[in-house]
């Protein structure tokens, strides 16, 4: 109950802000300028809208993610409004849990808009040519959820960042640097089965399995050339990306429980 | 005898600074003891520990070494927290929630019903006299109204304990009589309050009881005639409904005059002048609203204090 | 009791762990091999990525030719595969055009385990314009010529540029005159062989070059075999029943051994000699 109220104070306040508004404008501009992109090219404007308008929702979806999460505490803290918060009857990990489902919420709004807008302009597109609505590749909507999955698990990233750093950019440095290498991850576990040592190999591998796969999450390609993605893999994907947020979620918990508010 | 709602024991507090972990005392050992109904004034000056004392008792902090308990708990629990109704120093609140969206969800943190809830808030917006802001977002208000309606949200549980931090700095002398007005009236009403400050006159004016603390370590507790001596500074009258020539007449004795809204304070160096005063504002028909004597600040007493102690 | 609560919370964090681990292991099987080479069909061009990478070209090089040697030679990529290498290692050399080892190891992974000399051949081409003084680069154009696309002449000429840049081998130009003069003797092209064998240290193309001189051998004893047959023609004016006749008439001394570990045998219906192995004769070398 407090958890919820925490949450839907966290919504009101993510819907006031203005950087939200910035930043989901500049998305839609960027799905609406692909469709006079398409113009440009020669055939299969389809695949350049879905293209760019896929990439804007990540991107756009990543940098809200990232600097809404890692505001979600440090700001509290910086702002001094987490004194009178935690001297109210409640847990202190029930303050984080609403946080993030309440940032999560503004997140999963966000991606929605952005994915309409998304379909809005791919129909646009279909009726130009004279096609039905029905032509819209509804893979589309297997990339948007895999991507909501994924700034799931950025959000849990930035929130940890945010319950021990007392410097909201250096969280937001980490936060990056962890979702470029989590995009990379692939590279390191090649570079683990290359190896000879055996310790090496191991250490490698750890950090493989410790840092989160974005890369699953990725389908974009896929749905732009039409391969098929099965619900088994968008099963096992989602299963990944729960099971990492409850960790993650359990670690910030755990530090949160611990600090200090001087 | 009353039973007690706040007891510590040795409670002791070290920080550590920095990359390198250096050890900073920020309380130590203390001893206290706080009764039901008492207004107990926490006095000293900036950095002796009063606020790191504050969080430890609301559990923003945890300390390092000592025990303490509150309403008979042990610190940690979260019960407690309950019936504690608690005002942060200088007080930072969502600044885009409005008064009423602002009181209903610390009033949802408690697990208030909604009929309970609207009440209340109604109730505790009339106290604080802000049922007309009822409506406006927080990032409007002044330094005073912010304070109201933090001890507004502070009062949405009904507590019976209430911790106010530095309840009254950065107010206005209006302000100040505002909040010592309701502090009083929370005394009425049964409830124990804790609050900390650094200005003497708040003490002496409402508390039944003071302790003084300096450097993390407390130095005396009583009743605050017992403890404090400071000199008188100048007196300060509070009138309202003025007539101008007075304040003319007053500024050529040398009198300090400033005024805020309907309101005028003159401050007299002198206490000797002050039948003098008082009689002149009677017949210029101005309303008085209050005669507070200013003594020397805390860091001039304490000066004094710890001049005594090493004499 | 509340302390024991969060110690069981914190231990929770091992199971999830392993979900964590399993799930990824899980997805790891989805992830096969066709999946990674799939990656480089969907890479924007070299031109159009350029700009992109904000001036760290050679960062985003790198990683993408990481991505591509680990899949390079894998026994799985078939030729569509071995396209999308081939677009890999574009964009790589358009972001790098300096990174010589990838057309070296482009051009011979793509002709001798891709069979795709062409693609191989475009990536060398683009590699010497870059690269004018490089000789590997003229050295592979003139292997895949000689060996993919039997086209001796303008292998001997690429072979003769190889050796005349610096730092090629001795033996280069020697190899580039015999290329032009002795093209379809299988001794020669057996030491073009040996010398790329020794030129490359990838495991996977060291061993395929190791069959391909099998095969070269196995050529070349059936030249000799072939030559032992029609003299014992000329001489009893019949062909020998099998090939143990010419050892028992003298005409050779013995069998050469099947390099693989078969047999060569005299076939009587189109008068040749095969190997036992290797069922079919080599289509070049000589027939041109």
């Known amino acids: 109950m407090r958890i919820l109220v925490i949450a839907i104070n966290t919504f009101k306040e993510a819907i006031r802000d203005k950087i939200l508004y910035n930043l989901l404008f500049f998305a839609l501009l960027m799905i609406g300028t692909s469709l006079l992109l398409a113009t440009l090219t020669v055939g299969e404007q389809s695949k350049i809208i879905i293209d760019i308008g896929l990439a804007s929702i990540n991107i756009f979806g990543v940098l809200i993610a990232i600097f809404l999460g890692i505001g979600l505490i440090s700001k509290e803290i910086e702002k001094r409004t987490i004194y009178n918060i935690l001297s109210k009857p409640m847990p202190r990990y029930q303050f984080l849990i609403g946080k993030y489902i309440g940032l999560l919420l503004t997140i999963a709004v966000n991606t929605t808009i952005m994915g309409i807008g998304l379909y809005i302009v791919l129909a646009i597109n279909e009726l130009q040519w004279g096609h039905s609505i029905l032509n819209v590749n509804p893979d589309i909507w297997k990339a948007i959820y895999l991507i909501l999955i994924e700034l799931m698990v950025v959000t849990a990233i930035a929130l940890m960042f945010s319950t021990f750093s007392s410097s909201s950019s250096l969280s937001a440095i980490f936060t990056i640097a962890l979702y470029i290498i989590g995009h990379l991850t692939e590279d390191i576990r090649l570079i683990g089965e290359k190896l000879q040592s055996v310790t090496l190999k191991g250490v490698i591998n750890l950090i493989y399995y410790l840092l989160p796969n974005l890369d699953n999450f990725n389908v974009k390609g896929r749905v732009v050339y039409g391969i098929e993605i099965s619900p088994i893999y968008l099963s096992l994907v989602t299963l990944y990306g729960l099971f990492y947020i409850s960790i993650v979620l359990l670690l910030s918990g755990m530090i949160f429980q611990k600090r200090d508010f001087k | ?311 | 009791m509340e302390r024991f609560k969060n110690y069981l919370i914190q231990l929770l964090i091992v199971p999830i762990a392993l979900s964590v681990y399993l799930t990824q292991i899980q997805i790891e099987g989805y992830k096969d091999i066709e999946q990674r080479i799939e990656k480089f069909m969907m890479l924007p061009k070299g031109e159009y990525l350029k700009p992109m990478t904000l001036g760290y070209e050679q960062l985003v090089g790198d990683i993408i030719w990481l991505r591509a040697i680990q899949v390079i030679g894998d026994k799985v990529v078939t030729s569509k595969g071995y396209t999308w290498i081939y677009n890999a290692l574009n964009v790589v050399t358009t972001l790098d055009p300096k990174f010589v080892y990838a057309y070296q190891l482009g051009g011979v992974t793509l002709s001798t385990l891709g069979n795709r000399p062409d693609l191989s051949n475009m990536l060398l081409k683009k590699g010497m314009k870059e690269n004018t003084t490089v000789w590997q680069i003229p050295f592979y154009i003139g292997f895949n010529n000689f060996f993919y696309l039997d086209d001796y002449e303008s292998a001997a000429e690429y072979m003769s540029l190889a050796s005349k840049l610096p730092g090629h081998p001795t033996y280069l130009p020697k190899l580039a005159a015999r290329l032009y003069v002795q093209a379809g003797n299988p001794n020669v092209a057996l030491e073009f062989l040996a010398r790329m064998y020794k030129e490359t240290d990838d495991e996977k193309v060291k061993s395929a070059l190791e069959q391909r001189i099998k095969e070269v051998i196995v050529e070349r004893d059936a030249r000799f075999l072939e030559g032992a047959v029609n003299r014992y023609k000329e001489i009893y004016n019949l062909y020998p029943d099998n090939l143990q006749d010419l050892v028992r008439k003298g005409i050779i001394k013995e069998i050469p051994q099947e390099p693989f570990g078969g047999f060569y045998y005299f076939n009587s219906s189109d008068s040749r000699v095969y190997s036992s192995v290797v069922k079919e004769r080599m289509k070049v070398y000589g027939k041109k």
């Not at chain 2, 008979?72 to 007080?91: A, Y």
Request: aromatic share 8%; glycine share 10%; proline share 4%.
């Open chain 2, 1 to 311: 005898m009353h039973p007690t709602v706040i007891k510590t024991e040795n409670l002791t507090k070290v920080f550590k600074i920095g990359f390198r972990g250096r050890r900073v005392t920020a309380l130590r050992n203390l001893n206290l003891e706080v009764k039901e109904g008492e207004i107990f004034g926490f006095l000293g000056p900036n950095g002796a520990g009063k606020t790191t004392t504050i969080k430890m008792l609301i559990g923003l902090i945890y300390p390092t070494n000592g025990k303490a308990w509150i309403l008979g708990r042990e610190l940690g629990d979260v019960e407690i927290k309950k019936r504690i109704g608690f005002l942060p120093e200088q007080p930072y609140f969502y600044d885009y929630l409005s008064s009423k969206e602002f009181l209903k969800f610390y009033g949802q943190l408690f697990g208030l019903e909604r009929d309970e809830l609207k009440e209340r808030i109604d109730t505790l917006l009339t106290m604080v006299g802000l049922k007309d802001a009822a409506d406006l977002q927080l990032r409007k208000f002044s330094k005073g109204m912010l304070q109201r309606i933090g001890i507004a949200q502070a009062l949405i549980n009904h507590p019976d304990l209430i911790i106010l931090d530095e309840p009254m700095s950065g107010l206005d002398p209006i302000g100040r009589k505002e909040i010592r007005d309701l502090i009083l009236r929370l005394k009425e009403e049964g409830k124990t309050i804790f609050f900390s400050t650094h200005i003497i006159p708040d003490v002496e004016m409402v508390c039944d009881r003071v302790g003084i603390l300096m450097k993390g370590e407390l130095v005396n507790v009583g009743k605050p005639t017992e403890i404090i001596d400071a000199k008188i500074k100048y007196i300060e009258i509070i009138v309202s409904d003025i007539n101008q020539e007075i304040l003319i007449h007053g500024k050529a004795m040398g009198f300090t005059i400033c005024e805020t809204g309907g309101q005028v304070s003159i401050k007299l160096p002198d206490e000797n002048q002050l039948d003098f005063m008082l009689e002149m504002i009677r017949s210029g028909k101005g309303r008085i609203v209050s005669v507070v004597p200013q003594r020397e600040t805390l860091e001039e007493f304490f000066l004094k204090k710890t001049g005594e102690r090493i004499s």
